[in-house]
């Protein structure tokens, strides 16, 4: 029987496994989280929203379908692999049922019969709609698909385990995975037939960040590791409103950006509207036109003291608590009761990672037996995510690469899970890995955030160097806190690749395009349109998007 790896336990990593599962393989869910079969806590749960205009694009027939591809298209600055964007699309419309089939349950337009919008289901009343927190929900669909795949000795669940490296036989394909236990530190080899990178990638390398901090691009890092490429990483988004609180929990936590359509405005610390000044949309601008007006404000010396500008929510506090009641919770518990505050103190956020390792349309990267789904992968959004995208990626390649991979051919699977070692850490040094990976997080916010610069990039470059010295000389515990500072090593070590190569690619690209805005070439170049910079045998090539990556071949 096959034996197909996921790594991770979100969206993309649960779909992965069930999908894979139900083409009969045998599939090992490797995880960080620790396993509460009690609860069905497989990872943890934010509280996501599959934007409305999103969705309803990705259940309509035929033109909106279409519709769907331009809008993901232009949103990305035409960045995209136009391949990888119509099967977003297309395979969108098929989650509705796939979602219905796990126990979601949907509305019905009475004159075609397409769904409207989610209600009910898992635990859920019926009636009760979901639009604002939709992704916890279909993530505890997830988890319940899952226990009882469990439940039937189809998936075997290996919690707190992290990959430190892809396994490669001598013609280069996948042949297992090598985990660390984060508690014990101990080394796992499991064998696999093909191993699917679906941990949710993450942009933790720069603070603030909205991204979960356990997410530190695990996967891309093995990934490039083992000789795959990647593509556009030079496109991060950021969200241009992260609450700026001392409660540390929801530093960087999200304000919606519906609010400044219901009348919210930003000001700086002369109490001017400044986004009039940057675009004739002003608040209701895109999110990099508003991250990038923000960010002046901060650099320039218009912001207030704590480096954040205040967005002014008196005109519509009143309907906070009922029109967005996930946002109202996380204000209270924040320390920003809308109740009582007019403002609230906000700044750009890291949010999402466009770039990844480049995979085609069936999920695969240029490593044969080697899939990515989620985050994890690049090529579908190009310069800028289109709202709601990013769980419906999740949701549709995560399928396609579990689907994929269950029909590889069995040969490397025949032998045990077994320990093989311990793992072995830098010890007696005098760096303190904490402070190492804050500086590159204070870096990259600096220097590759909303606004960048060429000369800012070769100082970011110099100074990412610094930090990998510097990491190689790094002191970490023993005993109780050994195993927690292994961990930071980890995100440190997985962190620093992944920041050079964003660099490095921002550097690369003269101009500007979406989330991607050099001071120095404030404009689009025709030159780079369709274009895309590849991590190839470590190094950046510019390779057209006119066909998508030709993936690697798969013994079947």
């Not at 675009?279 to 007006?293: K, P």
């Not at 002014?312 to 109202?328: K, M, N, T």
């Not at 970490?476 to 995100?491: E, I, K």
């Given at each position: 029987m096959t034996r197909v790896i996921v790594l991770g336990a979100g969206g993309a990593g649960l779909t992965a496994a069930i999908e894979a599962a139900s083409g009969g393989a045998d599939v090992v869910l490797v995880t960080k989280a620790i396993y509460q079969n009690t609860s069905y806590r497989w990872a943890s749960v934010g509280g996501c929203t599959w934007k409305t205009h999103a969705f309803n694009a990705a259940v309509a027939e035929g033109d909106s379908v279409a519709a769907h591809v331009r809008d993901t298209l232009v949103g990305g600055a035409h960045a995209n692999d136009p391949a990888l964007a119509q099967v977003l699309c297309e395979g969108s419309r098929e989650l509705v049922y796939w979602l219905e089939g796990i126990g979601l349950a949907f509305e019905r337009d009475a004159a075609d019969g397409f769904a409207t919008r989610p209600f009910g289901g898992c635990g859920t009343p019926r009636g009760v709609y979901l639009e604002d927190r939709l992704g916890y929900h279909i993530q505890r669909a997830l988890d319940v698909e899952l226990a009882r795949l469990v439940a039937e000795g189809r998936v075997t669940v290996l919690s707190g385990l992290r990959g430190t490296r892809l396994l490669l036989d001598a013609y280069g394909e996948v042949r297992g995975l090598e985990a660390v236990a984060v508690d014990s530190l101990q080394l796992l080899e499991v064998p696999g037939d093909a191993v699917i990178l679906a941990d949710g990638g993450g942009a933790s390398m720069y603070a603030p960040t909205a991204a979960s901090m356990d997410k530190t691009c695990d996967g891309l890092a093995l990934g490039l590791e083992s000789g795959a490429e990647a593509v556009d990483m030079e496109f991060v988004q950021f969200h241009p409103t992260g609450l700026v609180s001392d409660v540390l929990t929801f530093d960087g936590s999200l304000v919606e950006e519906a609010i400044r359509f219901d009348g919210a405005v930003l000001l700086n610390r002369h109490g001017e509207r400044f986004m009039l000044g940057h675009?004739?949309?002003?608040?209701?601008?895109?999110?990099?036109?508003?991250?990038?007006?923000?960010?002046?404000?901060?650099?320039?010396?218009?912001?207030?003291?704590?480096?954040?500008?205040?967005?002014?929510?008196?005109?519509?506090?009143?309907?906070?608590?009922?029109?967005?009641?996930?946002?109202?919770?996380?204000?209270?518990?924040?320390?920003?009761d809308p109740r009582h505050a007019n403002t609230l103190s906000v700044r750009p956020t890291a949010h999402f990672l466009m770039g990844g390792l480049r995979i085609g349309p069936r999920a695969g990267t240029t490593v044969p037996g080697l899939y990515a789904a989620g985050e994890s992968a690049g090529g579908v959004h190009g310069a800028n995510?289109?709202?709601?995208?990013?769980?419906?990626?999740?949701?549709?390649?995560?399928?396609?690469?579990?689907?994929?991979?269950?029909?590889?051919?069995?040969?490397?699977?025949?032998?045990?899970?077994?320990?093989?070692?311990?793992?072995?850490?830098?010890?007696?040094?005098?760096?303190?890995?904490?402070?190492?990976?804050?500086?590159?997080?204070?870096?990259?916010?600096?220097?590759?955030?909303?606004?960048?610069?060429?000369?800012?990039?070769?100082?970011?470059?110099?100074?990412?160097?610094?930090?990998?010295?510097?990491?190689?000389?790094?002191?970490?515990?023993?005993?109780?806190?050994?195993?927690?500072?292994?961990?930071?090593?980890?995100?440190?070590?997985?962190?620093?690749?992944?920041?050079?190569?964003?660099?490095?690619?921002?550097?690369?690209?003269?101009?500007?395009?979406?989330?991607?805005?050099?001071?120095?070439?404030?404009?689009?170049?025709?030159?780079?349109?369709?274009?895309?910079?590849?991590?190839?045998?470590?190094?950046?090539?510019?390779?057209?998007?006119?066909?998508?990556?030709?993936?690697?071949?798969?013994?079947?």
């Open positions: 675009d004739e949309r002003g608040e209701r601008a895109t999110r990099d036109v508003v991250s990038r007006g923000i960010y002046r404000e901060l650099v320039e010396g218009r912001a207030f003291d704590d480096g954040s500008v205040h967005l002014d929510i008196s005109a519509c506090r009143q309907v906070i608590p009922d029109r967005y009641p996930a946002l109202d919770e996380r204000l209270v518990q924040a320390g920003a995510r289109l709202g709601g995208n990013g769980l419906s990626e999740a949701l549709v390649f995560g399928r396609i690469a579990g689907r994929d991979a269950a029909a590889t051919r069995a040969g490397h699977a025949s032998t045990d899970i077994r320990v093989t070692g311990a793992f072995r850490a830098p010890t007696g040094g005098g760096e303190s890995v904490d402070g190492v990976l804050q500086s590159l997080r204070q870096g990259m916010y600096r220097t590759a955030g909303p606004i960048r610069t060429g000369r800012g990039l070769t100082t970011m470059l110099g100074l990412i160097s610094v930090l990998e010295e510097r990491s190689r000389s790094i002191g970490l515990a023993t005993g109780s806190r050994a195993a927690g500072q292994v961990q930071t090593y980890l995100d440190l070590k997985n962190l620093l690749l992944a920041s050079e190569t964003i660099v490095e690619a921002a550097l690369r690209r003269e101009e500007s395009r979406g989330s991607h805005y050099r001071d120095d070439f404030p404009h689009r170049a025709a030159e780079f349109e369709g274009s895309t910079a590849v991590l190839k045998e470590g190094r950046l090539a510019w390779s057209p998007y006119r066909h998508a990556v030709a993936e690697a071949a798969v013994p079947c």
